[in-house]
Nanobody, 114 residues
């Protein structure tokens, strides 16, 4: 079982990144998926979520209007499109699959800085 995040990196304020979460080893289409983030010295924060079929999504108020979550069950992948990035978006971003079991990825670093 694996959840592998990718797409993080260093970006200037106002820029964009698209994170991917690729799943393997379990029935991905049966799982809701969340993106959470954790900045140094802060608690882990839920950023976005999507239902197993993709028909229902949640976006935290702190990123609403800037972040979009989507999934492609044929590719066993969930995406987090992040636009208009701000320095306060700097964090490690984690993918979390929730279903009969809970699976977490290892995280990908996003740094927003000029």
């Amino acid at each position: 079982v694996q959840l592998v995040e990718s797409g993080g990196g260093l970006v200037q304020p106002g820029g964009s990144l698209r994170l991917s979460c690729a799943a393997s080893g379990f029935t991905f289409s049966s799982y809701a998926v969340r993106w959470a983030r954790q900045a140094p010295g802060k608690e882990r924060e839920l950023v976005a979520g999507i239902s197993s079929g993709g028909g229902s999504t949640y976006i935290a108020d702190s990123v609403k209007g800037r972040f979009t979550i989507s999934r492609d069950n044929a590719k066993n992948t969930v995406y987090l499109q992040m636009d208009s990035l701000k320095p306060e978006d700097t964090a490690v971003y984690y993918c979390h699959a929730r279903g009969p079991y809970d699976y977490w990825g290892q995280g990908t670093q996003v740094t927003v800085s000029s």
